[in-house]
């Protein structure tokens, strides 16, 4: 028989980690389902658009010389982390606290409302390593890499996956109904931003009066500085402002789940 | 009001949501090695206490200690020592039963491989071994609720709290259930339990409070109760729908002051005539000796639900 032993309080990054350890109980037995739409339709875009429209494309000073598909691959790094995150962002978490209430089983332990949010915030980020990894590696067996500098680009990869889905989170908390609410967050912000933010030719080409509206997605200014570090055309003060518009958006909306966190959970 | 000995201590304790007042304003003292219940119908506020008590709703009005601390400022630390039943199962259907034991178990910030000896320990005591491996999401009613109670004694909490414990079950997964939270009992556990069924109230708690729009209305051990506020016996007394207005399934009763004389006290439900009396039998039989013929007749036991009738005008299940 097991001895006695009451709970007990941990500090609040233990007390996230353990929220995660139970994701990753959960991701050891499901992750297959979840590898289709993370890694595969990126991989998917790679290969169409890459491979195939990419060879009709001549590489020329849009491509900086290079080709089509090596063009692709930094950008769609970005591109896959924010799939990645809006599909970590929205359902997952309704679901958490409407159907399957896994934050509702959890804020009954020692663990906070705030603990369960920034949780979620590590296992989305985790999720985002694994897919753009996964994503990247695929894209380097093919070829389509031509630096190690990529692995800056991964990096910024994540951080646009997360900057995009740190709002995304605190939206999906304050959904009432079935989750309706997120087809028109799919149709008129996933899908055109996904198409139009810079990944598959530059902003610049666009109409000037629509460019703005790419210039304030988060992918825009995370593809650009993917590409430009793997390119090595990194300079600072783009870099350091695009950096501050992913962070602006990561720390606002991470305060704004934690709000609606603690509403939804504690009332 | 609040005692040292006393696990839970409220006093005034009130939850508002808006206009809307849940719990009005109570008075309740749960000591050690009790088990205490909440009674009453659906919206009578058994819930938002059960959520105040579980440090998971704040107050909006008076006073509450749990294990003599504040809910407001150390939440954290009681839940770590509270066990919780919520009213519907919430369980990761994904994962298997052993694991849902060990998952939960880790937030309570325990070692692995204590977890893990008292997942064991736990699928035993809700005869679950055999499922260990299954998922959660293939279990019958009665076995999600077996492992949901399992899974609130992951923490060996000092107080459980039941919300409603039974709802919902076939009589034989009740009375399975019963008999696991009577060991618990056994055992010393504190319990606290909301229910609306009055046999539930009657098998478990040793004390309990009758709950009525959001205060309570009558506290006591369940016979107790009974003695103050109902008679030894009931008749009850069924009598044809009346012929003479079409509408309704409204019995037609005789004429009421030709019982009032037979019994303490009688109600009048819309199927039937209680008659609360020391001797059901005798009273049945001067009503027969009056011409009074109802369809069937039944004496029994005063219970819990006389009680709550007595003292609320309704019945508790709606």
Redo the contacts between chains.
């Keep these: ?10 500090s609040p990054l ?2 996230s980690m ?2 995660v ?2 994701h990753w ?2 991701y050891k ?2 992750w297959k389902a979840t590898a289709v739409s993370s890694v595969g339709l990126p991989i998917l875009y790679l290969l169409a658009m890459g491979l195939g429209f990419g060879s009709q494309v001549r590489p020329s000073a849009m491509t900086g010389g290079l080709t089509y598909l090596q063009y692709l691959t930094p950008a769609l790094i970005a591109m896959a982390a924010t799939q990645t995150g809006a599909g970590e962002a929205t359902f997952p978490v309704l679901s958490g606290f409407k159907w ?3 934050f ?9 409302p705030v603990q369960v949010a920034d949780a979620q915030f590590l296992w989305i980020t985790f999720r985002l390593v694994i897919s753009c990894g996964v994503f990247l590696a695929v894209a380097a067996a093919i070829g389509a890499v031509t630096s190690p500098m990529v692995l800056l680009s991964l990096v910024f990869g994540i951080l646009t996956g997360l900057a995009f889905a740190a709002p995304v989170v605190a939206f999906a908390a304050s959904v009432k109904g079935e989750g309706n609410a997120f087809n028109p967050f799919f149709r008129f912000v996933l899908v055109p931003m996904t198409l139009f933010a810079g990944t598959f030719f530059p902003v610049s080409s666009l109409p000037a009066v629509i460019r703005p509206i790419a210039w304030i997605t988060p992918l825009w200014h995370g593809t650009e500085l993917a590409r430009a570090a793997e390119f090595g055309t990194l300079r600072p003060w783009p870099a350091i402002g695009h950096l501050a518009y992913l962070l602006a958006l990561i720390v606002v909306g991470i305060g704004l789940s934690r709000w609606r966190f603690r509403v939804r ?3 | 009001m609040s005692n040292n000995d006393a696990l839970v201590s409220a006093s005034h304790l009130a939850k508002k ?1 808006g206009d809307f007042t849940a719990v009005g304003g109570i008075d309740v003292d749960v000591r050690r090695g009790e088990a205490f219940g909440f009674l009453g119908p659906n919206g009578a506020g058994k819930s938002s206490t059960m959520r105040m008590i ?1 440090c ?3 107050r909006t009005g008076g006073d509450l200690r749990v294990l003599g601390m504040d809910p407001d400022r150390q ?3 009681i ?3 509270i066990g ?1 039943v ?1 009213q ?1 199962d ?6 298997t039963v052993r ?1 849902n034991l ?3 178990g ?5 070692p692995r491989a ?1 977890v893990r ?2 997942a ?2 736990l699928l035993e005591f809700a005869q679950l071994t055999e499922k260990a491996d299954a998922e959660v999401e293939a279990l019958s009613g009665g076995m999600k609720r077996r492992l949901t109670i399992a899974r609130s004694l992951v ?4 107080l459980l709290l039941l919300d409603e414990p039974t709802t919902g079950l076939d009589p034989q997964a009740r009375h399975l259930l019963w008999e696991r939270l009577f060991r618990l009992k056994q055992r010393g556990a504190t319990l606290i339990i909301t229910t609306h069924y009055m046999d539930e109230a009657e098998q478990l708690c040793d004390r309990l409070v009758v709950m009525d729009h959001g205060l309570i209305v009558a506290e006591g051990a369940p016979n107790e109760l009974i003695r103050n506020y109902s008679t030894r016996e009931v008749l009850e007394l069924r009598f044809p729908p009346a012929e003479h207005d079409g509408q309704q399934n409204t019995a037609e009763h005789p004429p009421t002051d030709q019982l009032k004389d037979l019994a303490d006290r009688i109600e009048i439900l819309p199927d039937r005539v209680l008659l609360y009396t020391e001797d059901g039998e005798a009273a049945l039989n001067a009503a027969h000796d009056r011409d009074i013929r109802p369809v069937s007749s039944l004496v029994r036991r005063s219970s819990l639900e006389d009680v709550f009738l007595r003292l609320t005008g309704r019945s508790l299940v709606d």
């Excluded at chain 1, 028989?1 to 941990?10: F, K, L, Q, S, Y």
């Excluded at chain 1, 509702?104 to 906070?112: L, Q, W, Y």
Aim: glycine share 10%; proline share 7%; no cysteine.
């Design positions: 028989m097991a001895t006695i032993e009451t709970g007990r309080v941990v233990r007390a353990l929220v350890e139970g109980t959960w037995r499901n399957d209430k896994h509702i089983g959890v804020s009954a332990t020692p663990i906070t959970l504690a009332s | 949501f579980a998971v709703s704040p939440g954290p630390r839940r770590a020592r919780v919520p519907g919430i369980l990761d259907g994904e994962l694991q060990e998952v939960y880790r937030y309570f910030g325990l204590h000896a008292k064991t320990e923490n060996d909490p000092e």
